[in-house]
């Protein structure tokens, strides 16, 4: 009953370096999102997905890409990586739009 | 634009307590509102999802009113516990937006 994994927990980045979050569900659901969420601040939406092969942005997508070749996988990519992505980043999916939202347990990113 | 406030930042109570956590949003042309757990260095965990056409939503000790005339949601602890400690978020989803909009969360601590 694994839900919504996300790999890695932990990572440190340099600045200008490249990295792929991985994220995946066995729930079978069709809305996979991935947020941000720095300290004291709620969680912003970065990208979102309705279904494979179609994704759209969130609140705050620069710097970051996505792709959704399947139903289970929802990659967020990070490009020349900044000071400003240090934050914790959250997987999410649900089965309908706005139904319950299950989250993975988050990968903490430090960029030095 | 949607916005969520979520008062007070941080609660501490004694054990046994009842207690209500508020949430507020500026838009009441809502979906649904849902109310996370957040544990430290965790995921986020979904407590109760409210329709816009509901009044309340219970589970076990928790009880979580909607009212979107005022825009306001409330969550209802009974009879709080250590193990009650914990971040509590509320998230709303907007009519044609395909997000939630999340508060920065009340940090909880209910004390022995």
């Known amino acids: 009953n694994a839900g919504v994994t996300q790999t890695p927990k932990f990572r440190i980045l340099k600045i200008g370096q490249s990295m792929t979050l991985q994220c995946t569900q066995d729930m079978n659901h069709n809305y996979m999102y991935w947020y941000r969420q720095d300290p004291g601040m709620g969680l912003k939406l970065i990208y979102y997905s309705v279904g494979a092969g179609i994704t759209d942005k969130g609140e705050v997508p620069n710097g970051y890409n996505v792709s959704r070749s399947t139903t289970e996988d929802f990659p967020l990519r990070l490009e020349l990586a900044a000071p400003s992505q240090t934050s914790v980043y959250f997987c999410?999916?649900?089965?309908?739009?706005?139904?319950?939202?299950?989250f993975g347990q988050g990968t903490r990113l430090t960029v030095v | 634009k949607q916005e969520v406030t979520q008062i007070p930042a941080a609660l501490s109570v004694p054990e046994g307590e009842n207690l209500v956590l508020n949430c507020s949003f500026t838009d009441s042309a809502i979906y649904n509102l849902q109310w996370f757990r957040q544990d430290p260095g965790k995921g986020l965990t979904s407590l109760l999802l409210?329709?816009?056409?509901?009044r309340e939503q219970t589970s076990g000790r928790l009880n979580a009113s909607l009212d979107k005339s005022s825009g306001r949601s409330t969550l209802y602890i009974a009879a709080s516990q250590p193990g009650d400690s914990a971040t509590y978020l509320c998230a709303v989803g907007g009519q044609g937006a395909q997000k939630l909009v999340f508060g920065q969360g009340t940090r909880l601590t209910i004390n022995p």
């Open positions: 999410a999916s649900s089965r309908e739009v706005f139904a319950e939202a299950f």
């Open positions: 409210i329709q816009s056409s509901q």
